[in-house]
Protein backbone atom coordinates (compact mmCIF):
# COMPACT_ATOMS: atom_id res chain seq x y z
CA UNK A 1 0.00 0.00 0.00
CA UNK A 2 1.22 3.43 -0.77
CA UNK A 3 0.87 6.52 2.12
CA UNK A 4 1.99 10.36 1.96
CA UNK A 5 3.32 12.21 4.56
CA UNK A 6 3.21 15.85 3.61
CA UNK A 7 5.07 18.24 5.48
CA UNK A 8 7.34 21.95 5.68
CA UNK A 9 11.14 21.00 5.16
CA UNK A 10 12.85 22.29 8.08
CA UNK A 11 16.74 20.73 7.47
CA UNK A 12 19.26 18.93 4.72
CA UNK A 13 21.94 17.82 5.80
CA UNK A 14 24.71 14.75 4.91
CA UNK A 15 25.08 11.93 7.22
CA UNK A 16 26.80 8.69 6.57
CA UNK A 17 26.73 5.33 8.32
CA UNK A 18 29.46 2.39 8.22
CA UNK A 19 28.18 -0.79 7.39
CA UNK A 20 29.35 -3.12 10.67
CA UNK A 21 29.88 -6.40 8.28
CA UNK A 22 31.96 -4.97 5.49
CA UNK A 23 33.21 -1.67 7.00
CA UNK A 24 32.15 0.43 3.98
CA UNK A 25 31.05 3.84 4.70
CA UNK A 26 27.56 5.15 2.67
CA UNK A 27 26.69 9.10 2.00
CA UNK A 28 22.56 10.24 2.26
CA UNK A 29 20.85 12.70 3.32
CA UNK A 30 18.77 13.47 6.43
CA UNK A 31 15.76 15.68 5.85
CA UNK A 32 13.54 17.00 8.80
CA UNK A 33 10.01 17.80 7.83
CA UNK A 34 7.43 19.16 10.25
CA UNK A 35 3.50 18.56 9.25
CA UNK A 36 0.82 20.24 11.10
CA UNK A 37 -2.94 19.34 11.39
CA UNK A 38 -5.34 20.16 14.22
CA UNK A 39 -7.61 17.40 16.07
CA UNK A 40 -11.41 17.43 16.24
CA UNK A 41 -11.15 19.98 19.22
CA UNK A 42 -9.21 22.61 16.91
CA UNK A 43 -5.66 21.53 19.03
CA UNK A 44 -2.53 22.15 17.15
CA UNK A 45 -0.80 18.61 16.41
CA UNK A 46 2.59 18.43 14.87
CA UNK A 47 4.47 15.51 13.83
CA UNK A 48 8.38 15.76 12.44
CA UNK A 49 10.17 12.85 10.24
CA UNK A 50 13.58 12.24 9.59
CA UNK A 51 13.49 11.13 5.80
CA UNK A 52 16.83 9.19 4.40
CA UNK A 53 17.05 10.42 0.48
CA UNK A 54 20.18 9.81 -1.95
CA UNK A 55 23.05 12.59 -1.57
CA UNK A 56 22.00 13.46 -5.53
CA UNK A 57 19.27 15.15 -3.96
CA UNK A 58 20.98 17.55 -1.69
CA UNK A 59 20.79 20.90 -4.24
CA UNK A 60 16.95 20.22 -4.96
CA UNK A 61 16.38 19.72 -1.32
CA UNK A 62 18.57 22.34 0.10
CA UNK A 63 16.93 25.03 -1.91
CA UNK A 64 13.18 23.86 -0.98
CA UNK A 65 14.18 24.60 2.57
CA UNK A 66 10.81 26.15 3.75
CA UNK A 67 8.81 24.74 1.18
CA UNK A 68 6.30 21.82 1.42
CA UNK A 69 7.08 18.28 0.33
CA UNK A 70 5.10 15.08 -0.35
CA UNK A 71 6.69 11.74 -0.20
CA UNK A 72 5.53 8.80 -0.95
CA UNK A 73 5.80 5.72 1.34
CA UNK A 74 5.40 2.08 1.13
CA UNK A 75 3.53 0.55 4.29
CA UNK A 76 4.09 -2.96 4.68
CA UNK A 77 2.50 -5.53 6.87
CA UNK A 78 4.32 -8.70 7.87
CA UNK A 79 4.49 -11.22 10.48
CA UNK A 80 7.54 -9.11 12.06
CA UNK A 81 5.59 -5.85 12.00
CA UNK A 82 4.77 -2.74 10.07
CA UNK A 83 7.48 -1.14 8.35
CA UNK A 84 7.09 2.19 6.30
CA UNK A 85 9.65 3.82 4.53
CA UNK A 86 9.97 6.12 1.14
CA UNK A 87 8.66 4.65 -2.33
CA UNK A 88 11.90 4.98 -4.38
CA UNK A 89 9.96 4.42 -7.59
CA UNK A 90 7.52 6.88 -6.69
CA UNK A 91 9.07 10.76 -6.78
CA UNK A 92 8.62 13.08 -4.42
CA UNK A 93 6.74 16.43 -4.98
CA UNK A 94 7.51 19.81 -3.97
CA UNK A 95 5.21 22.77 -3.04
CA UNK A 96 5.64 26.26 -2.22
CA UNK A 97 2.53 26.41 -0.02
CA UNK A 98 0.50 23.82 1.54
CA UNK A 99 -1.30 22.14 -1.58
CA UNK A 100 -3.84 20.49 1.73
CA UNK A 101 -4.55 24.36 2.85
CA UNK A 102 -7.74 25.39 1.37
CA UNK A 103 -9.28 28.81 2.33
CA UNK A 104 -13.14 28.57 2.17
CA UNK A 105 -13.88 31.91 -0.54
CA UNK A 106 -16.80 34.21 0.63
Given at each position: ?????????????????????????????????????????????????????????????????????????????????????????????????NPLDVKKIA
Amino acid sequence: MTTYFLGQIDEVRPTQRKNKDTGVVTMSLLVTVTSESKDKNGYLIKSTQDIQFDMNEMANLTQAKGKFILVPYLYLSTKGGNFMFPNDDMGYQIYDKNPLDVKKIA
